[in-house]
């Protein structure tokens, strides 16, 4: 049993439940910011600590799982998991109405990314503590 961690975009926050649901039908455990957090942890405290820790427990983790597009917040995790040597996977939400998701692995080849500002990668120098 592997401790996952899954990223995803705000966007897709609200498909968080399912996608937790999604790594334990695979027999590992899911470990979701927006669970554990809510959205920042609704400004009771400085994005700064959330970003430390959500790297943190990151490190810790045996993988890291992707679920939709890439945004920029996304894309510096998966720099961090690769300079710590974890694994990433990454998933396709598939839309099947307005609250149903199938979720689909792709290659890296067939990742899509959102709204990317035009900078260089990998940039650990954003959130690194």
């Given at each position: 049993?592997?401790?996952?961690f899954?990223?995803?975009?705000?966007?897709?926050s609200?498909?968080s439940?399912?996608?937790?649901?999604?790594?334990?039908?695979r027999g590992?455990?899911?470990?979701?910011?927006?669970?554990?957090y809510?959205?920042?942890?609704?400004?009771l405290?400085?994005?700064?600590k959330i970003?430390?820790?959500?790297?943190e427990?990151l490190?810790?983790?045996?993988e890291?799982?992707i679920f939709?597009e890439i945004?920029e917040g996304?894309?510096i995790?998966i720099?961090l998991?690769k300079?710590?040597?974890?694994?990433?996977?990454?998933?396709?939400l598939?839309?099947n109405g307005?609250?149903?998701?199938?979720?689909?692995e792709?290659?890296?080849?067939?990742?899509?990314?959102d709204?990317?500002p035009?900078i260089?990668?990998p940039r650990?120098?954003i959130?690194?503590?």
């Open positions: 049993m592997k401790v996952i899954t990223a995803h975009s705000s966007r897709n609200h498909h439940m399912m996608i937790c649901k999604y790594v334990f039908e590992h455990i899911p470990v979701n910011l927006f669970n554990l809510g959205y920042f942890l609704y400004g405290v400085g994005k700064d970003f430390r820790a959500n790297n427990i490190k810790k983790c045996d890291l799982w939709g945004t996304v894309q995790e720099d998991a300079r710590e040597n974890i694994p990433v996977k990454y998933f396709k598939i839309r307005a609250e149903s998701i199938t979720i689909s792709i290659s890296e080849k067939e990742i899509e990314y709204n990317i035009d260089e990668y650990h120098d959130h690194e503590f």
